[in-house]
């Protein structure tokens, strides 16, 4: 893998989401009127949200696309990652009923199922759900072989952020937040998206997808 150019992409692309951000919120602390400062604030509440959900979908799938480029056999590759390629497979086999023939047809075509090319399918793999709860960043998380409770400590924050874009979204006129409270919120979501950049490019650096010799 090219480390640079997957830390390029992701910094890249956080950078412009950063920059938004910052449009608006220049604008929620120039503006003097309360009512119309609410509004500034509820409009990043909602942007603070896309871009969490955006940021976190698009990193992981450059280090997905980045697995997939390199080819290589399932024999290779962690067992997460592994397993995550046969998703098709997996899910075909377990949903069905088989018999003890069609057990060992599976297990005899094991030595085919490693030297095949783990391909990973990226929709599935980095489906956020159009909701990414603490739960669905888990999910992820443990599909690309990371430590599912690798931001565990900020649920509260997501959770926090969700509760407050949901009351925004479905028209409640008393889901307000402070200035204060909002850049508390953002610089706490904004840690997330960075530690995922650092997450990303460490397994790149390390060959965490691989299978240890």
């Known amino acids: 893998m090219d480390l640079e150019k997957v830390r390029a992409e992701l910094e890249d692309d956080l950078l412009w989401r950063l920059e938004e951000l910052a449009v608006l919120r220049n604008q929620a602390t120039a503006e003097g009127r309360e009512r119309h400062k609410s509004v500034f604030l509820k409009s990043l509440v909602l942007m603070l949200y896309a871009h969490y959900e955006g940021f976190c979908k698009h990193a ?20 997460p990652i592994a397993t995550s390629s046969m998703s098709q497979t997996l899910d075909g086999y377990f949903k069905r009923n088989q018999s003890f023939s069609a057990q060992l047809g599976f297990v005899t075509a094991f030595d085919r199922i490693w030297a095949e090319v783990a391909v990973l399918p990226v929709d599935e793999v980095v489906d956020t759900e159009s909701n990414l709860k603490p739960e669905v960043m888990r999910k992820i998380l443990c599909r690309l072989g990371f430590n599912e409770d ?26 307000s937040i402070s200035e204060q409270d909002y850049r508390d919120l953002e610089a706490r979501v904004l840690s997330i998206l960075d530690g995922l950049i650092t997450a990303i490019t460490e397994a790149v650096a390390t060959g965490h997808h691989l299978r240890p010799a």
């Open 150 to 175: 690798l931001f565990g400590d900020h649920d509260g924050s997501v959770q926090s952020l969700m509760n407050r874009r949901n009351g925004v979204a479905h028209g409640n006129r008393t889901r």
């Open 60 to 79: 992981f799938t450059v280090y997905v696309r980045a697995i997939n480029a390199e080819h290589l056999p399932r024999s290779k590759v962690s067992l």
